[in-house]
């Protein structure tokens, strides 16, 4: 098992940055993969980014060229969030694939807005 708890989130103007970190209870090299996802009112939670044990990561195409998933030697994982716009505010949940099994932290609101 895996616990996750993410922070960074938090109000941001347009065009401004966010980095928002993951600090899991276990060495990240343990884990399968890690992730972020997010989620509005009424939508399914959907794919930001994901890194994989070996390194290989994976964005959606919305945030392709803003956004920058990253770990460290440690137990945290991070999203470095570019060129914010109000259609990225949402709940941001950092998740972790041990073993097959999905694990997620509490969530972090994010708003972009003037």
């Known amino acids: 098992q895996v616990q996750l708890v993410e922070s960074g989130g938090g109000l941001v103007q347009p065009g401004g940055s966010l980095r928002l970190s993951c600090a899991a209870s276990r060495y990240i090299f343990t884990i399968d993969d890690m992730g972020w996802y997010r989620q509005t009112p009424g939508k399914q939670r959907e794919l930001v980014a994901r890194i994989a044990r070996g390194g290989t990561t994976t964005y959606a195409d919305s945030v392709k060229g803003r956004f920058s998933i990253s770990r460290d030697n440690g137990k945290n994982t991070y999203l470095q969030m570019d060129s914010l716009s109000p259609e990225d505010t949402a709940v941001y949940y950092c998740?972790?694939?041990?073993?097959?099994?999905?694990?997620w932290g509490q969530g972090t609101q994010v708003t972009v807005s003037s």
């Open positions: 998740n972790a694939n041990l073993g097959g099994n999905d694990y």
